[in-house]
């Protein structure tokens, strides 16, 4: 009986995803990996990790439709969103749904494990606290919108009350939260 913690990492980033589990092997888990929304069910449907390292988007499928899937399958395993896309938005969004943290990338194993303690010791360190820029608050605004719209992007234009073709040229300079 193999009495290592059973980890899945869902990435799509075939390198990034090599890396992640070599590390994770050096640290004593039992790694599995899935580069897609159906490995990651189809792993799941063959034991349930206790540990879950979740890219938020997957392909074109977004991670954060899996993560109801994990905690129903059990309500114990621990899930960490790794994102490059990160917003606020999506971090409530992530947690909510039941993520245990929510961390963009770059990351390393170091801290992806730190994220995993129960008691916060990846929160140890506070980073300094600096404003946000005018940019950075709109863009916040938009991905929280577009999240509470479920990515329809014609709906969150209405709720923002701007042209949906605006809306389209904002998300192609940043990439959709979703």
């Known amino acids: 009986m193999n009495e290592r913690p059973l980890l899945l990492i869902v990435e799509d980033d075939a390198a990034f995803r090599a890396r992640l589990a070599r590390a994770f092997e050096q640290r004593g888990f039992e790694?599995?990996?899935?580069?897609?929304?159906?490995?990651?069910?189809?792993?799941l449907a063959a034991e349930t990790p206790e540990f879950v390292?979740?890219?938020l988007r997957i392909a074109e499928a977004s991670g954060l439709d899996l993560i109801p899937r994990f905690k129903?399958?059990?309500?114990?395993?621990?899930?960490?969103?790794?994102?490059?896309?990160?917003?606020?938005a999506t971090a409530i969004?992530?947690?909510?749904?039941?993520?245990?943290?929510?961390?963009?990338?770059?990351?390393?194993a170091d801290e992806i494990l730190a994220a995993f303690e129960p008691d916060g010791s990846a929160d140890k360190e506070a980073p300094p606290l600096r404003p946000m820029s005018l940019d950075r608050v709109q863009w916040e605004h938009i991905s929280r919108v577009l999240v509470?719209?479920?990515?329809?992007?014609?709906?969150?234009?209405?709720?923002?009350?701007?042209?949906?073709?605006?809306?389209?040229?904002k998300l192609a300079k940043h990439p959709s939260p979703r």
């Open 53 to 55: 390292i979740l890219d």
């Open 93 to 108: 969004e992530a947690l909510r749904r039941g993520a245990t943290h929510y961390l963009t990338k770059p990351a390393d």
């Open 72 to 88: 129903q399958a059990d309500p114990a395993t621990r899930i960490v969103v790794l994102t490059g896309y990160g917003s606020i």
């Open 31 to 43: 790694v599995q990996t899935a580069a897609t929304e159906r490995e990651a069910q189809d792993a």
């Open 148 to 169: 509470e719209c479920h990515g329809n992007v014609s709906e969150a234009a209405r709720a923002l009350g701007i042209h949906r073709r605006s809306l389209q040229r």
